[in-house]
């Protein structure tokens, strides 16, 4: 077995976007590796305090592990970062001081050939489970879903220019022999896009993207959780996203661009009849990227965006 290792995309933006203080009750919805929740406990020393959540066991063991010098300072739970609530209702938790989501994919979870997130590895099975005792997995998704939902996750999902050759020939190949590996699924990928179209990144990018993102139920619910966490910020707490594609990141904006803004009844209207009135402050209103320095020491950057918003 790997040792869990990840390297923190954008740590010092990350933290000087939570603007931390001493003490205070952090939060780190996707703790994984424990890089980001490390910085936020020493920055906060000594009495600040953090909830973390992760679905990945091994993430959370490596992280527990990591964050033994703090102490009771800091609580794990296994869940899911939108179940939020109901872990804060366990914490008797109600209102925090910043809140950080990192929705990458760890290293060691693209490294780990027995977790088949990386379309490199030919013999690795088709898992791709965030959680590793959740049913769906890619394999199930691959051989089970119909021609038509395969195209719809491909174009929608992996923004997948051949989405529908590709869901054609998954079908096709499975039907003498069911889908068992990585290595099978990226040779129908790359046979199904024309060889012009094979340039730039990596062919099969999309596509795998596409299949984890429908196994983990990234995007379900997405929008709401943004909202309902933001909320439960301190007057003057940040909440700071990072997300690595663009429909997260689109996700992201849109539910920040509505708490921002104030009244949404028509223009016509002479008087507000909504009541609605502006939840944060949107700190960055453009994305920040990785540093060139950090490009070239960390490529799992380059996709990074870093979003932060502040509440009122």
């Known amino acids: 077995m790997l040792e869990f290792s990840h390297k923190p995309v954008m740590l010092e933006e990350c933290m ?6 001493d003490g205070g009750l952090w939060f780190d919805g996707t703790i994984g590796g424990g890089g980001h929740s490390y910085e936020i406990l020493r920055r906060t020393a000594p009495a600040g305090k953090l909830i973390a959540t992760d679905l990945d066991d091994e993430a959370i063991a490596a992280a527990t592990k990591r964050l ?72 199930i998704v691959l051989n089970t879903y119909s021609e038509a939902d395969l195209t719809r996750i491909l174009k929608v999902y992996g923004e997948e220019t051949f989405a529908k050759q590709i ?10 022999k069911p889908l068992k590996t990585s290595g099978e699924f990226a040779e129908i990928i790359k046979n199904s896009i024309p060889a012009k179209f094979r340039y730039g990144a990596p062919c099969e990018r999309k596509s795998f993207q596409a299949i984890r993102i429908e196994v983990n139920g990234e995007l379900d619910g997405l929008y709401e959780l943004v909202l309902a966490l933001t909320r439960r910020l301190k007057k003057g707490g940040r909440i700071a996203i990072l997300t690595f594609h663009s429909l997260e990141d689109r996700i992201v904006k849109e539910a920040f661009k509505y708490m921002e803004s104030p009244c949404t009844c028509p223009g016509n209207f002479p008087v507000c009849v909504c009541g609605k009135k502006p939840e944060i402050k949107i700190v960055n209103k453009k994305p920040i990227t990785a540093s060139e320095e950090e490009l070239q020491n960390n490529s799992r950057s380059k996709c990074a965006k870093l979003r932060i918003a502040e509440k009122i």
Do not use: C
């Open 167 to 176: 869901a054609h020939n998954v079908v096709k190949y499975r039907e003498s």
């Open 16 to 21: 000087e976007g939570l603007a931390l203080k």
């Open 68 to 139: 033994n010098e703090f102490g009771d300072r800091f609580s794990i739970y296994k869940s899911n970062y939108k179940d939020f609530e109901s872990v804060f209702e366990r914490a008797g938790v109600d209102k925090i001081d910043g809140a950080l989501l990192d929705f990458g994919i760890s290293s060691h979870q693209i490294d780990d050939e027995n977790r088949g997130f990386a379309y490199r590895m030919a013999d690795a099975p088709l898992d791709m489970r965030m959680n590793t005792s959740a049913y769906l997995t890619a394999e």
